[in-house]
């Protein structure tokens, strides 16, 4: 039971910090409507490029801004190939994140890059509080998750956010309306792609490395995230009858983080293997997926449609 708990305890850690990648994925898949496969990339580059900052003696605060920038840059060559040069979006990212794999190698200059014997950001504040990692971790991703989920919600309520918004549900009457369409993907795969790689260079300085493999399956992960938490607020919105706002939107995003890690922590701990967790995300996210389909055929639903 304590190695359940302290997994579980982690596994929270670890999903406030996957959460600030989930919120990047949410702006280009739910926002923007844009398949963007450039995050399996822009994660890993986001952690190559802090670690190699820290390295270089670069304070770790201030690496994380310099990861979001590589980041940002990543989504906005993805959204030059989709806008500019008239590249599917869907080929666009793919065509990025490839190129990404041989940038983060030169970034780090091997595949694997320790930070042993360094400072990092949960370092700094160990030594500081003397509390434990897991701890630290969890704060931290607090913190930044409450802090970005006001900055968003702040953001797309102005007029450039709503005109981002506006051409993710219909992209031809904003355009009609005089709106440069082009600009406003740009601008949301920029800022999409700058909270991917601030994720990982959280996640990377928590682990105590960055790896080129590191985002290896990170948009599969945001996707279940997202889809998670949709779920369990529509449940909540179907129980409770209060109106879903943009702010839940972001909310559940970070709890479907939360929840996706501890399924995985409770099945690792109930004996899973590791090597099968990518059956069970794509499980997880097929489920998810298939859920208000399933519901829809219920007869009790099908009564309601009825009556109404």
């Not at 040069?85 to 666009?92: E, G, H, R, V």
């Not at 999409?192 to 790689?197: H, S």
Request: charged share 10%.
């Amino acid at each position: 039971m304590t190695s359940i708990l302290l997994a579980m305890q982690g596994a929270v850690s670890q999903g406030i910090l996957w959460s600030v990648m989930a919120l990047g994925v949410f702006i280009t898949f739910k926002v923007l409507d844009c398949a963007d496969m450039t995050v399996d990339g822009s994660f890993a580059l986001g952690g190559a490029v802090s670690a190699v900052m820290i390295l270089k003696g670069v304070d770790p605060f201030l690496s994380l801004f310099i990861a979001v920038a590589a980041g940002m840059i990543a989504g906005t060559v993805t959204a030059v190939l989709n806008t500019k040069l008239q590249i599917p979006i869907l080929l666009a990212g793919i065509l990025t994140q490839l190129a990404l794999y041989s940038v983060n190698i030169r970034v780090m200059g091997q595949p694997n890059t320790p930070l042993n014997g360094v400072s990092t950001i949960v370092t700094i504040l160990r030594d500081i509080t003397s509390m434990q990692k897991s701890i630290i971790t969890l704060i931290l991703g607090i913190v930044i998750a409450a802090a970005l989920v006001f900055i968003l919600y702040w953001f797309f309520g102005t007029e450039l956010g709503s005109a981002i918004r506006a051409t993710g549900n219909n992209e031809y009457m904003v355009r009609a309306l005089g709106v440069n369409t082009d600009m406003m993907k740009i601008i949301g795969l920029f800022l999409g792609n700058g909270l991917v790689a601030l994720s990982g260079a959280l996640v990377g300085q928590s682990q105590g490395y960055a790896d080129v493999q590191m985002g290896q399956g990170a948009i599969v992960i945001g996707l279940a995230s997202i889809i998670i938490g949709e779920v369990i607020f529509d449940f909540l919105v179907s129980a409770f009858k209060f109106k879903l706002s943009f702010a839940h939107k972001l909310l559940s995003v970070i709890i479907g983080s939360i929840l996706y890690r501890l399924i995985i922590a409770i099945v690792l701990q109930l004996g899973m293997k590791s090597t099968d967790l990518k059956l069970l995300t794509a499980t997880i996210v097929a489920a998810a997926l298939a859920l208000p389909v399933l519901k829809s055929k219920l007869p009790s639903s099908k009564n309601k449609k009825i009556a109404a």
